[in-house]
């Protein structure tokens, strides 16, 4: 027998206006901002994630990657010496390496709902925190950085992740540059980067984008 879907309820989020002033609360989706669940699905949605960065280039020569030893150093018997048919052999000096690393590929890929449960889970954990910060506009007098540390210093975050529309173009050039942000296009949203930053700046359009990414995902892919 199916389970019966869980109703969440939505949830309240800070709004500041284009001035930077704190206007009347947002309301999020709770299928998206207000889970609940196994919060091992963040470790393993960070663990994927850092995984897949692994460039795996390391390369050590076996002793077929070494240039020369194609003659057999000695004959076999009568020398009194050991047997030895390379000078590559990793037992002398200027030999192979013994299962030393090759380039290899360490990414894989969790399920997609998991993958999407860890996300919706680690944006509610910032929303329920009141870490997650929604913004009428971020659009800037003009693009310069400098507006930018303004922007986000009127609104009282010191390590936040900047979600961004398709509209914002100018505030992503603008802040692409800080030290103690990050600014991500909706479509770039990941569970590290949620997790790795303190607080969250969106629009509420971007809101609205994420909701539309997932709410349909969730309620399709999981109960929890």
Known sequence: MPKAAVKHEPVKVPQF?????????FEVAGAVFGRDGDNSLLHEAVRMQLANRRRGNASTKT???????GKKPWRQKGTGRARAGSTRSPLWRHGGTIFGPQPRDYSYKMPKKAWRHALC????????NGKLVI????????PKTKAAVAFLAGLGVNHALIIVGDEDANFLRAARNLAKHKVLPTVGLNVYDVLNYDEIVMTKT????????LTEKVKAGAEA
């Open 17 to 25: 206006s284009a001035a930077r002033e704190r206007i009347e609360d």
């Open 63 to 69: 002793k077929g990657f070494i240039s020369g030893g």
């Open 121 to 128: 889970l680690a944006l509610s954990d910032r929303a329920k």
């Open 135 to 142: 913004v009428e506009s971020l659009e800037l007098a003009e």
């Open 206 to 213: 971007a809101a609205k984008a994420i909701e539309a990414r």
